[in-house]
C-alpha cells in the first residue's frame, strides 16, 4: 500500500484507489450514528441550496448538517450526533451538508473506492480496507483529514494509516487526547457557547463495534453513502 495523508477538503493533487475522508467533529461521526439508528442513506449536498431542492423533490427525506459549525435554518436536523439521538430518523434518507467533511468527499469522487469515517468507525474502516480491498497490489490510498488546520481529523488519520500499515506506533489513547484538546473541540467545552454541547465530544472519541463500513455511492445522480456490510 502506498498510504498518503492529505488535509483539508480541497481536491487532492492526484487521484487514488481508495480513498478515506475523515469528519471526526462531526460530520461521519452523526452519519455512523445515523446508520445505527436505522437510516437507509445519506445524500451528500454540496450547498444549502442544492439540500433544499432534494428536500422540495423529495418531502420526505430530512436536511441535516451545518455551515460554520452551526444549525442551519429551515434544516430538520443540526450536526450533534448528540441531540441524534433523540429522534426517530428509522427508514429515512438523509441530506447532509457540512463544511469540512461532505465537501472534502465530493471532491474525492475520482477515487475508484470513497469511504467516509469519524473516529467511532475508523478502525472497521482500516481494517475493511486491509483486509479485503488493499490485497497484495501496491495500492494507492488517500486519507483526506478533511479540517484544514485541526488536529482531531490528522490524529484520526494516523490512527488509520497505522491500522492500515499494522505498525502499532499510534496509541488509541493519545488519538482521543488529541481529539479532546484539539481546536476544533474548543468551542464544544465552552459553557457560554450554548450552540454546541460537550456531549459531542463524548459521542466522537468513541470506538463503536459495528458491522458495517460506509461508502459512497458513485453511480448515482446525488453521492450517496450508504452502509456496506463487514
Known amino acids: 500500500m502506498r498510504i498518503t495523508i492529505y488535509q483539508g477538503a480541497a481536491t487532492p493533487p492526484t487521484t487514488a484507489e481508495i480513498t478515506i475522508v ?6 461521519f461521526t452523526l452519519a455512523h450514528y445515523a446508520f445505527l ?3 437507509n442513506r445519506i445524500c451528500l449536498a454540496e450547498t444549502v441550496t442544492q439540500a433544499f431542492q432534494i428536500k422540495q423533490k423529495n418531502p420526505e ?3 441535516a448538517g451545518e455551515e460554520g459549525g452551526y444549525a442551519i435554518k429551515g434544516f430538520d436536523l443540526d450536526n450533534s450526533p ?5 429522534q426517530t430518523i428509522s427508514g429515512k434518507t438523509l441530506v447532509l451538508k457540512t463544511t469540512n467533511g461532505v465537501r472534502a468527499a465530493l471532491n474525492s ?4 473506492h470513497l469511504f467516509v469515517t469519524g473516529l467511532t468507525n475508523a478502525r472497521q474502516t482500516a481494517d475493511f480496507i486491509r483486509d ?8 494507492k490510498i488517500h486519507i483526506i483529514a478533511s479540517h484544514p488546520d485541526g488536529d482531531d481529523d490528522l490524529a484520526c488519520a494516523e490512527y488509520i494509516k497505522d491500522t492500515l500499515e499494522n505498525t502499532h506506533a499510534v496509541s488509541v489513547r493519545d488519538m482521543k487526547e488529541r481529539i479532546i484538546n484539539s481546536q ?3 468551542k464544544f467545552f465552552d459553557e457560554r457557547n450554548t450552540a454546541f454541547t460537550q456531549e459531542d465530544i463524548d459521542h466522537c472519541i468513541r470506538e463503536l463495534d459495528t458491522n458495517f463500513v460506509m461508502k459512497v455511492d458513485k453511480t448515482t445522480e446525488i453521492p450517496m453513502i450508504e452502509r456496506v456490510k463487514v
Open 22 to 27: 475523515i469528519d471526526v467533529i462531526r460530520a
Open 37 to 39: 439508528q436505522g437510516v
Open 61 to 63: 427525506y430530512l436536511l
Open 82 to 86: 448528540y441531540h441524534l439521538q433523540k
Open 109 to 112: 469522487l475520482s477515487s475508484d
Open 132 to 139: 479485503r480491498m488493499a490485497g497484495e497490489n501496491e495500492k
Open 184 to 186: 476544533a473541540a474548543e
